[in-house]
């Protein structure tokens, strides 16, 4: 079976960063694009981020470019966000899904469109 297992999430302090990471398993990782979002409670699922297969192409929402990074190290079967300048309204659960094929979706923010998806780990930013 498809288990997406995050870590890395904790407190950090406005402008601090975090690296998460994706742990995949019961799939072959490198035909699969992957993603990021997270969820707030009170408020719909928000994409995050999201790289196709091979990890040559990447795509990023407004709020993350310049301060997210996606990547993956498909030896290890692992996705990673790596997060700097964290702000307070960084604040979720984030949780990594995979695509329904190598390619990342034309309407990539919509949640739909991705398959398996994590329990997620909370990210926490206050001072």
């Known amino acids: 079976e498809v288990q997406l297992v995050e870590s890395g999430g904790g407190l950090v302090q406005p402008g601090g960063s975090l690296r998460l990471s994706c742990a995949a398993s019961g799939f072959t990782f490198s035909k699969y694009a992957m993603t990021w979002a997270r969820q707030t409670p009170g408020k719909a699922i928000e994409w995050v981020s999201a790289i196709n297969s091979n990890g040559m192409s990447t795509y990023y929402p407004g709020f993350a470019k310049g301060r997210f990074t996606i990547s993956r190290d498909n030896s290890k079967n692992t996705v990673y966000l790596q997060m700097n300048d964290l702000k307070p309204e960084d604040t979720a659960v984030y949780r990594c899904?995979?695509?329904?094929?190598?390619?990342?979706?034309?309407?990539?923010?919509?949640?739909?469109?991705?398959?398996?998806w994590g329990q997620g780990t909370q990210v926490t930013v206050s001072s």
């Open positions: 899904a995979k695509s329904f094929n190598a390619q990342v979706p034309e309407h990539r923010a919509w949640i739909s469109e991705y398959d398996s």
